[in-house]
Each structure stands twice: as structure tokens, then as C-alpha cells.
């Protein structure tokens, strides 16, 4: 079993950043895809931005491109989401997600990177992010 916990959310004014962490636990980092949504009232969680299992390679949404960072450090388990010049649209929930991958392709860094919720079993319990205009 995977525990994921967020921290890092709040109240900021456009233009400002933020930055998120994701501790992972349960089950070795370097094993675990990680991910990050958000949602708002009414919609569908959408993806944010994804991470291979060593922090090669990265996906991100159109939305936040250019604006947000995902990088992780497997030496202490977190993952983080970097955002930038945020706007009154990225106010949402952020989760962070994770999936297990006991056995990894060679090399590790070609396995896709998830970006439908679906994809993901483990999910923190989110943290709330809200930008005023």
C-alpha cells in the first residue's frame, strides 16, 4: 500500500507561485510514477503534470506549460509541483497520484508516463489552491 500526502497549498494573488510536495511512502519511490491533478466543483479531476520513475522525463498539460515544474527527489520520497505566475484559473484541489510499477522496462525511462486518473491507484488527499484576481 502507497500513502501519498500533500502539503504547500493556499491563498496567493496572480502572478505569484507556489510550491507543492507530495510525500510518498510504503512502497520505494524509485517504483512509483507520479502525477498531478486538480479539480474544481462540477468538473472532471484533470491532469496536471506526470513524472518518470527517475525524474527523467516529464508531461505536462497545455494549461500549465512553460508555467509549472514537476520534479522529484527518490533519495527523500517527495515529489513537487513548482507553479509559477499562477492565475485565478489554476484555483483548485491539487492531488497528487501514484501508480506502482514493480517491474520496469529497459531502459526505465521509456515507460509512458500516465496521464488519465484512471492510470493512478494511489491518490493523496489533496490540497487546496486558490489564486484571487
Known amino acids: 500500500q502507497v500513502q501519498l500526502v500533500e502539503s504547500g497549498g493556499g491563498l496567493v494573488q496572480a502572478g505569484d507561485s507556489l510550491r507543492l510536495s507530495c510525500a510518498a511512502s510504503?512502497?520505494?519511490?524509485?517504483?512509483?510514477?507520479m502525477g498531478w491533478f486538480r479539480q474544481t466543483p462540477g468538473k472532471e479531476r484533470e491532469f496536471v503534470a506526470g513524472i518518470s520513475l527517475n525524474g527523467g522525463r516529464t508531461s505536462s498539460a497545455d494549461a500549465v506549460k512553460g508555467r509549472f515544474t514537476i520534479s522529484r527527489d527518490n533519495t527523500k520520497s517527495m515529489v513537487y509541483l513548482q507553479m509559477n505566475s499562477l492565475k485565478p484559473e489554476d484555483t483548485a484541489v491539487y492531488y497528487c497520484a501514484a501508480t506502482w510499477k514493480p517491474i520496469v522496462p529497459i531502459p526505465v525511462e521509456s515507460m509512458a508516463i500516465p496521464i488519465e486518473t484512471n492510470e493512478y491507484e494511489y491518490w493523496g488527499q489533496g490540497t487546496q489552491v486558490t489564486v484571487s484576481s
Open positions: 510504503g512502497r520505494p519511490a524509485s517504483s512509483l510514477l
